[in-house]
């Protein structure tokens, strides 16, 4: 058995790029950049006005004119404009390019129009007032973006600004998910007194589909070693093959066997932590291979502590467990690094009660789950603790 901290090394160092490929820039939310990008021009582009108003120039201001003729109305996308002699303004809309004639918006507030002609009531003025002058957001070649940032929405908007209509991003994993147990019924299907309808499968699937990843494969399979081994040869064209169930010590538990039977190297089985204590671990060529307890708890735990870092490492994410104040003390119930549910309340974690890793009702409540160091006693009230959303 190794520690929590080894496991979490061992698996880092197998973390490896899945490829790069194109995508849309409509499929591109949370998938990451593999490629730097660039401003393909000056950001504005060209002076634009901040307000709808007259554009002039400010020498006529400090001439103390201040009534002007108006020459032309420029809305926004129009690119061919009159020249503005002395006395003479623009009536210019938001967002519209300012001509090099002017070089101050003064807005329709300040203003009394008037039979063709725009009368100023303003006290004070300054050259560029009212214009996002160009190039002051970003200027060409500038690099936006780098490789391996995450696209959210605001940056979806600023791609399409970009005129980025593809994007070269990481490659997501092949995922497939089996799990075991002659137990087990499908959810549609109404459980016996002494089966249980399948939560983890469908658990697992969730949590990937969170990551953006749908799995290629996922099916439950009975405790027969010729059934689970002809699913595993198969689930193994796979980036990543994750089961769930029959890692444990009892008889049916023969899933660490057959994949040592299909060649696959063990990494390790069993990690002094709880719940998940069972979790097995091994690769074969590019392969990743975890084989998660069945209990609902054990199985989210050492998904959220192993199997998502993992895959967060290989798309290049350097995603931080956060921090916050717990809002009672816990005692070290052993010698383990222990996980327990919290609820976030965004302030601090708040104490949920469990009967152990097969509660099916952590669901109703916990939206974290955190972690209790071995080397600490007990966790005292205010304590600063890392914890995993689960949001």
Known sequence: MISYQKALEIIQSKAKSFGTEEVHLDDALDRILAEDIFANRDFPPFNRAAMDGIAIHIQDLEKGISSYHIA????????????LESGECYKIMTGAAVPESA?????????????????????????????????????????????????????IGLLAALGKHTLKVQKLPQVAVLTTGNEVVPVHQTASATQINNSNLHLLKALLRKLGINPIKAEHLADEKDIIRTALKDALSADIIILNGGVSAGDADFIPEILEELGVKKLFHKVAIRPGKP???????????????GNPFSCLVTFKIFVEPFIFSCL?????????????????????DEF????????ELQYLPINGSGDIRLGLQANAVAWHPAEITDLEKGASVFFKSLQ
Not at 72 to 83: H, M, P, R
Not at 280 to 290: A, E, P, T
Not at 322 to 334: A, D, V
């Open 72 to 83: 032309e109305t420029i809305y926004a996308g129009d690119d061919s404009f009159k020249k």
């Open 103 to 155: 070089n101050i918006v003064i807005r329709n507030e300040d203003i009394l129009f008037e039979n063709g002609t725009a009368k100023l009531n303003i006290d004070s003025s300054k050259i560029y007032q009212n214009i996002a002058k160009k190039g002051q957001d970003l200027k060409k070649s500038e690099l936006v973006l780098p490789q391996e940032s995450q696209i959210n929405t605001a940056k």
């Open 279 to 293: 979790i097995w671990c091994g690769y074969l060529n590019d392969k990743m291979i975890f084989a998660l307890p």
């Open 316 to 336: 290049g994410i350097h995603n931080h467990d956060e921090q916050l104040p717990l809002s009672f003390t816990r005692k070290g119930k052993t010698s383990l």
């Open 340 to 347: 327990f549910p919290v609820f976030n309340t965004q302030k």
